[in-house]
């Protein structure tokens, strides 16, 4: 299920090993700190494989996902603010919107060679972000504070319909765990079909699969759909999590920048490849950024930067590409034997 390159009865164990350790890891550490990490990873897991799915099956590169995630944090947030609407509702209609959106870039873009989608998502996402920065009706540069849901008594309680935990982050590691889980289902599902097929091959070789008959153009425009949906549902909950939003945060080039960099880190193309790309580096990033960023020397941004070259020189298929070179070595180890195995057979029928 999540490499078809590995025999079933290994990926299932090792599938059935990393549920259970996400699912019980939580309930033994009660700490806010492993929480919002896990948090962290769950949301960065699932925004690189919503990327992944675009840049990675079908090889187109988008530089501006931001635009996505913001779309999706803003439309929830200003329907719970200004018409008190349920996030989940709220998440269904910036989902909408951010379709909407990659029709309106996806259409004419796909029609054209090279990589107008990458100029096209930075370019859209930085003008949303100068929008949003000078829009009083969404807050400005400022951006929504989120109200707080409160018991009949005033104080600050839970709340599932209104998508809001004031008394613990466990349901938010959970909810994070399970978008990230809905993410990757729609990405095994569209790697095992035959749109998963097409994109690969688009990505091989685009000039090819038009040859074959290959719709490419539609094929790429439903990878971005299926994307940008992924994108703003995400949004929605991180909105949630941190009951405010502002353009910065949503819309910057740093976040886009971000989810592809954990997308290649992992191994772009790969099922596994986000999961173990943002399982390394956002822990790694709230580490240098506590320990480090506070003193203004970006050390953290030299180790990011160090971390990509030295993937991109000695491993270019990401983390994910080790257990591809580890196969392989165990398959050479195994292939001298055959030959002894077959002599010993003979002599001892003869």
Known sequence: MLDRRLPAPLTLTALAVVIGILLTTPLLINNNVFHHTLILIGVYAALAQAWNILGGFAGQISLGNAIFFGIGAYTSSLLLVRAQVSPWLGALAGMALA???????????????????????????????????????????????????????????????????????????????????????????????????????IKNDQTAAAAIGVPVARYKLIALLISSACTALIGTFYAQYLLFVDPETVFGLSLSVL????????????????????????????VTRSQLGGRGTAFDLVIYGLLIMVIAVFQPAGLAGLSERFRLRQRARVAPAAPADTQMEESIRS
């Open 99 to 201: 379709m909407v959106l990659a029709l309106l870039i996806g259409y004419p873009v796909f029609r054209l060679a090279g990589h107008y989608l990458a100029i096209a998502t930075i370019a859209l996402a930085e003008i949303a972000l100068v929008i949003f920065q000078n829009l009083d009706f969404v807050g400005g540069a400022a951006g929504i504070s989120l109200p707080i849901t409160r018991d009949m008594q005033g104080r600050p309680t839970d709340s599932w319909w209104m998508l809001q935990f004031n008394s613990s982050k466990l349901p938010y590691v959970y909810l994070a765990l399970g978008l990230l889980g809905l993410v990757q289902v729609v990405a095994v599902l569209l790697d095992r079909s035959w749109i998963g097929f097409y994109l690969r091959a």
């Open 259 to 286: 989810i592809a960099l954990v997308a290649i880190l992992g191994g772009a193309g790969s099922l596994w490849g986000p999961f173990l790309g943002a399982a390394v580096l956002i822990p790694l990033a709230e």
